[in-house]
Structures are given as C-alpha cells and as structure tokens.
C-alpha cells in the first residue's frame, strides 16, 4: 500500500508569482484535504475534495484553487504569491468517510515567499 | 467559528514523569483525533474517538473524549525521549463534511 506522496518537498518563489503543489493520495483513498500550517501552529483547513469535485472550504481566499484527477491525485494552486502564504502545505487523503474516518498526511511541501 | 485550544502550549520534562494535555472547545464535534507531529513531517493519527467519555489506551498513552464531545485529553505515562514532538488534536464538525478543525499544538520534550 503506497502512502500519501507530495511534491516538491521544497519551493522557494517570489511575492506574486504562482505556485502548483501536488498530492498523490493513498491508494484506494477518494477524498484529499489540504492544509496550511504555519510555523508554530496547527495546520489551517484549506478546502477538501471528493470524487473530483470541492467539497468543503475554510476560510482562504479565491486565490488558493485546487483540482482533483480521476485517479484522485490533487493539485492545490496559489496566485498572487503573498509573504505570508510561506507555510508547510499538507495534503491529507481518507478512504472511510465516516466519524472514524481517518486521515493520513503527506509529508507536506514546504513553500517560501521571499 | 469553531476553535479547539490546547493547553499547555510547550511541555519540557525529565523522563519517567507523567503528563496530560488537554484540547477544549466551546463546540461539540463528531469524532475527534490526536496527532503526532515531527519537525520536517506531516502528522501522524495516533487515535481517533467518537463516543462521549471514550477511553482509548495507546501503551502508554490514554486518550479520552469528554462526556458531551466538546473537549479531549492525552496523558503520557512514564514520558520517554521519543515521545518528543508536537501533538495536535483535531475536531470534525458533525456538519458531515468531514473537514477538521485543528488545535493549536503542544509542544513536548523529553529529556534524558
């Protein structure tokens, strides 16, 4: 079983520049969350995604979009890079949509906005 | 807007002691989970509780969700070195959207 897998592990942009992160979720799993975690703090619920379509958002900007594929890898895009988007994305996939649903986490990509 | 606080902030203590963190809320949720957190990485679930009162034991680590699913503790008996790192909790609304509301940390050290 191959776990939650994101891409790139390090990126480094300038303020208003654009930014694409990506997600392969665990096998089987239909349903990617994101996150944004700041340094020092718990991770910001981003939007959610489920058999390709959003399903659920906090409280971000239309500047943070996502998109799912078929096979349920996701994509998260940021335009307009701002300074204090520089956090660590992770991306989050469950299988059982349920109250014992559980979510397992990528090891995040980490983004800075210099 | 739902909020889940975590006391305490920042944990340093010597191994062998015993701790609890506590994860409270104004709102009832769902289910709630604990995560642990280690520099560079993503979380990882240690427990997840759903039923008002749930006890949930972890070898040395006991989980329990408060009787009207608003709050949440871990206690760590006998701390050791590993036990290092950061523990966030983590809500899901009974809205059924199954998104999470995270804590705000607790950060733990272990010393030798």
């Known amino acids: 079983e191959t776990g939650v897998t994101q891409s790139p592990t390090h990126l480094i942009k300038t303020r208003g520049q654009q930014v694409t992160l990506r997600c392969s979720s665990q096998s089987g799993h239909n349903t990617v969350s994101w996150y944004q975690q700041a340094l020092g703090q718990g991770p910001q619920f981003i939007f959610q995604y489920y058999r390709e379509e959003e399903n659920g958002r906090g409280n971000f900007p239309p500047r943070f979009s996502g998109l799912q594929f078929p096979n349920y890898s996701s994509e998260l895009n940021v335009n307009a890079l701002e300074l204090d988007d520089s956090a660590l994305y992770l991306c989050?996939?469950?299988?059982?949509?349920?109250?014992?649903?559980?979510?397992?986490f990528g090891p995040g990509t980490r983004l800075t906005v210099l | 807007t739902q909020l889940l606080e975590q006391s305490p902030q920042f944990l340093s203590i010597q191994e062998g002691e015993n701790l609890t963190v506590y994860c409270n809320s104004s709102s009832v949720f769902s289910s709630l989970q604990w995560y642990r957190q280690e520099p560079g990485e993503g979380p990882v679930l240690l427990v997840t509780?759903?039923?008002?009162?749930e006890v949930k034991k972890l070898k040395r680590l006991t989980f329990q969700f408060g009787d009207a699913r608003k709050d949440s503790s871990l206690h760590i008996t006998a701390a050791q070195p590993g036990d290092t790192g950061l523990y966030l909790c983590?809500?899901?609304?009974?809205?059924?959207?199954?998104?999470?509301?995270f804590g705000t940390g607790t950060r733990l050290k272990v010393l030798a």
């Open positions: 989050a996939s469950t299988g059982i949509r349920g109250p014992r649903d559980e979510q397992f």
């Open positions: 509780v759903v039923t008002g009162g």
């Open positions: 983590a809500g899901s609304p009974p809205s059924g959207t199954y998104k999470y509301i």
